[in-house]
């Protein structure tokens, strides 16, 4: 009698030892499924952020390229410029710190829009 009890004691200390590994790697792959979206979300609006952030370092040479292309004059080009690059900014800000986001992405929709 004492034999099957040590049997049954021992196999219900595996059970639990095996269910809180499964359940450690349970929470574990919720947790990095969690963060693997928002990993996603900073990726997508890289692109956007960086072409803002060249956009404030190389002011004038953007301005010169939309003036040289378009024969629009410095004050139109300034305008499509600063338009650009403070939506693209703005936008991708809001993503980021996932702050009204369906807003942020409708800005950057917006903004592609306008660039074709």
């Not at 953007?62 to 703005?90: F, P």
């Not at 996932?98 to 592609?112: A, D, E, K, P, S």
Request: aromatic letters at 12%.
């Amino acid at each position: 009698m004492s034999n099957r009890r040590q049997w049954i004691s021992k196999a219900e200390d595996v059970a639990g030892e095996v269910k809180l590994f499964l359940r450690h790697v349970y929470l574990t792959n919720k947790i990095t499924n969690m963060s693997m979206s928002y990993r996603q979300s900073r990726a997508g609006v890289w692109s956007p952020y960086e072409d803002g952030l060249h956009m404030l370092f190389r002011w004038s040479q953007e301005r010169d390229l939309l003036d040289s292309r378009w024969n629009c004059g410095y004050g139109l080009a300034i305008l499509c410029v600063s338009i650009n690059m403070l939506s693209q900014l703005t936008a991708s800000g809001l993503v980021l710190i996932r702050y009204h986001v369906i807003i942020g992405c409708g800005l950057l929709f917006g903004t592609v829009w306008l660039q074709l």
